[in-house]
């Protein structure tokens, strides 16, 4: 099975990214589905991880976490 990549101009950088996987983090990042990622003040390791994804120009969604609280 043979990958595809592609560049693209993300917020002004030019990045390399998977094309199955372009646009579409979100629906793969249990960040999203996290209860924590949006009330209890938020969560720190999602704010510290997306720091470093805009410091590096870099996107990683989030597959496993032990804190994940699934949003009802």
Known sequence: MSKSYEQYEHH?????VD????????DRN???SCD???SHGGC???TELYKF???NNMTTPVAECPDFSETK
């Open 53 to 55: 994804c805009v410091e």
């Open 19 to 26: 094309s199955e996987l372009k646009g579409n983090h979100r």
């Open 30 to 32: 249990l960040c999203f």
């Open 44 to 46: 720190a390791k999602a």
């Open 36 to 38: 924590r990622f949006t």
């Open 12 to 16: 002004g950088v030019i990045v390399w």
